[in-house]
């Protein structure tokens, strides 16, 4: 998958984004419609969707991402219910982090300029 480094301009369905971004979705939509008794199910998930996921780290679902590969979780990380993390750049959370409900974390951007839009060009910031 290509990561874009900060301001740089993409395609989205370039660069082999979109198989990436249909991967991230089909287990990002596994892992919120998991059970809440099967905690080690979730886990597993989580593992294949994120980059890294430390010990004793819990996600709550409703989460929101766009390839969950750049998502990368230190020990002992809690996020609560209906987070977004878009993750065009990496997202680095370290150790012992907690994220309350609803929190959004957006690594991707569009640029200013009208013409850059209409071409459907977005960037990571």
């Given amino acids: 998958m ?3 480094a900060p301001g740089e301009l993409y395609l989205p369905g370039e660069n082999d984004n979109g198989k990436a971004y249909f991967r991230g ?5 596994q892992f919120n419609l998991s ?3 099967d905690p080690d199910h979730r886990y597993r998930l989580l593992e294949q969707l994120l980059g890294a996921i430390g010990t004793g780290s819990e996600i ?4 929101t991402c766009d390839y969950g590969a ?3 979780l230190g020990d ?3 996020i609560n219910a209906g987070c977004s993390l878009l993750d065009v750049a990496p997202i680095v959370i370290g150790d ?3 994220l309350g409900p609803g929190v959004q974390i957006l690594t991707a951007n569009h640029p200013l300029d009208s013409e850059l839009r209409r071409q459907k060009w977005e960037s990571a910031d």
């Fill in 35 to 37: 059970h809440a008794n």
């Fill in 60 to 63: 709550r679902p409703s989460l």
């Fill in 96 to 98: 012992d982090t907690q």
């Fill in 2 to 4: 290509h990561v874009s």
């Fill in 76 to 78: 002992r990380v809690y």
């Fill in 25 to 29: 979705q089909d287990l990002l939509e």
């Fill in 70 to 72: 750049n998502i990368f």
